[in-house]
């Protein structure tokens, strides 16, 4: 072969290689436009997950929780209404163990993430399995604009305590003597008013099983508390309607009310003696 045919050979090689790359030039930025619009329209179809709007900072998923619990994160301004949004704890069926509000830390009227906080208490008795929901406030009521996320979590025993109610026992006592009282134990929900809440239970008269103990109340069924308070030297003052003197008769009937009423109040440590009254009144009330 010839050094001329090589030479045109050559150059027929380049000539090639030339407009190949010219090629890819052009079809690159028809290539590159077709990608982004093809993205583009992705775009537009997929829904942005709803975990993306808003996140729990104060909680992971798994975690240990206690009540009661800070939670802490942010949100798009959207899920608030009235700078708040609904923070709830659940158990594993979506039974409502706790609910409460998380406020907005800035401008909620934005499209932007806003931070929140909140504290939420809880009540369970077992403790287990169960979820933080921090949900979008959706004030319109309509399920097409209803958004939440749920953090899976672990749940403390919380939110119970046990108090003690004092009745009259005709197996413990079987002389049955007026004023001689005993207790029995209630699990109840923990509340700050903890002494009103265990003049209630007091009213509510012994449960089935405290009756086969032989337990009773010398208390009307259907007294109400009125008012209690609390001063600062120990003075309990308990104020009950008209039902708790109706039909009361007999030194020994008085005298176990007035037992029942004041040894339930005083097993707290904060009181010390227990004033009784029936609508504001003092005197002249449950005469033997």
């Not at 609390?230 to 109706?246: H, N, P, S, T």
């Amino acid at each position: 072969m010839s050094r001329f045919d090589r030479c045109n050979r050559c150059g027929i090689v380049k000539l090639i290689i030339k407009i190949f790359f010219m090629q890819k030039i052009i079809w690159l930025p028809i290539i590159m436009t077709i990608v982004i619009a093809i993205l583009a329209c992705a775009l537009v179809f997929i829904k942005i997950p709803e975990s993306s709007e808003a996140k729990v900072f104060s909680a992971k998923s798994g975690q240990k929780i206690s009540s009661p619990l800070e939670v802490e994160g942010e949100a798009r301004g959207g899920w608030f209404f009235e700078a708040q949004l609904p923070i709830r704890i659940t158990d594993e069926q979506g039974n409502v163990l706790g609910s409460s509000y998380a406020t907005a830390q800035d401008d909620w009227m934005t499209e932007k993430n806003v931070k929140f906080k909140g504290v939420i208490n809880y009540a369970s008795k077992t403790g287990g399995k169960g979820f933080l929901v921090v949900a979008k406030d959706n004030p319109s009521g309509l399920p097409e604009y209803d958004k939440q996320i749920k953090i899976p979590v672990v749940l403390e025993p919380a939110g119970y305590t046990t108090i003690k109610v004092f009745f009259n026992n005709n197996k413990l006592d079987p002389e049955v003597l007026c004023d001689k009282v005993f207790s029995t134990e209630r699990e109840i929900l923990k509340i700050d008013a903890i002494g009103s809440a265990a003049i209630n239970q007091l009213l509510s008269g012994p449960t089935e099983k405290e009756l086969a103990e032989g337990y009773f109340t010398n208390i009307n069924y259907g007294v109400k508390l009125l008012s209690l308070d609390i001063d600062k030297d120990g003075v309990a003052r308990a104020d009950f309607d008209e039902q708790l003197g109706a039909s009361v008769g007999g030194s020994c009937k008085v005298g176990a009310i007035r037992a029942q009423i004041s040894e339930t109040l005083k097993q707290f440590p904060t009181i010390k003696s227990v004033i009784i009254s029936i609508n504001g009144k003092t005197e002249d009330i449950l005469q033997p």
